[in-house]
């Protein structure tokens, strides 16, 4: 991931959000209980293949284990995403 991505929680709209060259990539979640719900993940064509939905995905993980908080994966990107990060897990132990 490059540098320059810098993801942004906006509490106001639920969402974590990367604005790259004018287009914003997002992932709307829900804040409750203790858990982080990571509900859908919604990158513009114009941003496709650069590992923005990625990095949206770390910075909720991120956020969510900075907070304590339990997390829900509804999004198919984000399990997705969790699932294959988990197998490069078991294969390097």
């Known amino acids: 991931m490059g540098a320059d991505f810098i993801v942004t929680d906006n509490p106001a ?6 604005t790259v060259d004018g287009h914003t990539a997002f992932l709307v979640y829900q804040r409750a209980h203790n858990t982080l719900t990571l509900v859908h993940t ?19 993980l991120q956020a969510g284990r900075s907070e304590g908080a339990r997390i ?7 399990r997705a995403y969790m ?3 988990r197998d490069r897990q078991q294969t390097v132990e």
């Open 13 to 18: 709209r639920s969402r974590f959000e990367l």
């Open 42 to 60: 919604e990158v513009p064509d114009a941003l496709r293949g650069r590992k923005i939905g990625d990095a949206l995905v770390e910075a909720a």
């Open 72 to 78: 829900i994966a509804v999004c198919p990107f984000v």
């Open 83 to 85: 699932r294959k990060r």
